[in-house]
Structures are given as C-alpha cells and as structure tokens.
C-alpha cells in the first residue's frame, strides 16, 4: 500500500485502513476474551498473519495479499 502524499487520495487510504480495523475488531477482538497484554499481542499476531497468508479477497480475484 501506498501513502498519498498530494492529500487527493487521503480517503482511499482511510478507506483501506478502516476496513482493517473493522476486520480486527469484529474477526479478532470481539470474539475472544483476552485477559493479558501478551495473551492480546499474540491473538493479534495470529489474526494479522491469518489476514495476509490465509484470507482471501474478492478484490484481488480471490488470492491473499501474500500471493498477490
């Protein structure tokens, strides 16, 4: 992902951006009870290695983003 520098594209960024953030709350941070810092950093590490490597994505034809 590119950052816009110009300010023209600063809402596709955002877009993107808020997009992932939902899929971590609602994919992620809801879904468990995580008691500590550390249980919350490896429930995160997990979801965000799941998210490039596993998930596959409509807008890239059904690949991750790893193998795109």
């Known amino acids: 992902m590119r950052i816009s520098m110009d300010g023209r594209g600063r809402w596709t960024d955002n877009v993107s951006i808020e997009?992932?953030?939902r899929s971590l709350k609602?994919?992620?941070?809801?879904?468990?009870?995580?008691?500590?810092g550390s249980e919350l950093r490896a429930g995160l590490s997990?979801?965000?290695s799941y998210y490039n490597a596993r998930r596959p994505y409509s807008t890239l034809?059904?690949?991750?983003?790893?193998?795109?």
């Open 26 to 36: 609602y994919e992620c941070v809801y879904l468990h009870a995580f008691e500590t």
């Open 19 to 21: 997009r992932l953030w």
């Open 46 to 48: 997990r979801w965000i």
């Open 61 to 68: 034809a059904g690949r991750t983003p790893d193998e795109a």
